[in-house]
C-alpha cells in the first residue's frame, strides 16, 4: 500500500473524491506543514499554524497507479492561485504535496511537469517533506458523505466529484 499526503484546499473536497476512487482502501483528513503541535481546525483556520488541511490518501498501486492518484489531484483544484481555492483563502488552503522519501518526491516531480501540459507554467504547488499529520476531528472525515444536505457540499464539492468521474470514469467505484 502506498500513502500519499496532498493538500489542494479544503480537505472535505479531497477527501470526498478519494473516496470514490478504485483501489483506495483510507483516505484521512487532517493537517500537516505547520508549527504547532496538535493543532485544531479552529487554529489551523485561523491561518497562524502555517498548516494546511490535506488528506492522506492509501491506495493499492496494484489497483490504480499512483500517477492517476496525482493526476485527479491536479484535476479538482487549482494549482495556479496562491494560498486560495475558490472561496477558501489562506495558506491552510495552499496547494502542496508533502513526500516521504525521494522516491515520492520524483513522482510528485513527474506530476507537476504533467500538469504544466494542460496549467501552464503558473502553477503555484509546493512539494515538500512530510513532517507530522495529524489526523482533524471526526466530524471533518467523510464530511461529504456524513452531510448531504449541506449546501457546500451541493455547491462546490459534488462538481468536483463529477468533474473527476467525468474524466476518470474507469477509475470511479461502482455506486450503490
Request: proline content about 4%.
Amino acid at each position: 500500500m502506498t500513502t500519499y499526503t496532498l493538500a489542494g484546499g479544503c480537505f472535505w473536497c479531497l477527501d470526498a473524491v478519494y473516496r470514490r476512487i478504485k483501489g483506495v482502501s483510507n483516505v484521512v483528513s487532517g493537517y500537516t506543514g505547520g508549527d504547532s503541535d496538535s493543532p485544531t481546525y479552529e487554529q489551523v483556520s485561523s491561518g497562524s499554524t502555517g498548516h494546511a488541511e490535506a488528506v492522506q490518501i492509501t491506495f493499492d498501486e496494484s489497483i490504480i497507479p499512483g500517477d492517476v492518484i496525482l493526476d485527479i489531484f491536479f484535476l479538482i483544484h487549482d494549482p495556479t492561485t496562491l494560498n486560495r481555492q475558490g472561496n477558501d483563502a489562506g495558506t491552510q488552503y495552499r496547494s502542496a504535496m508533502f513526500s516521504v522519501d525521494d522516491n515520492q518526491h520524483s513522482a510528485f516531480e513527474a506530476a507537476l511537469i504533467r500538469a504544466k501540459e494542460h496549467w501552464g507554467n503558473d502553477i503555484v504547488t509546493t512539494i515538500q517533506p512530510l513532517g507530522t499529520f495529524y489526523p482533524a476531528e471526526d466530524y471533518h472525515q467523510d464530511y461529504f458523505n456524513n452531510n448531504p444536505g449541506n449546501g457546500y457540499c451541493s455547491v462546490v464539492i459534488a462538481p468536483k466529484i463529477v468533474k473527476a468521474r467525468s474524466a476518470y470514469t474507469q477509475w470511479f467505484k461502482e455506486e450503490a
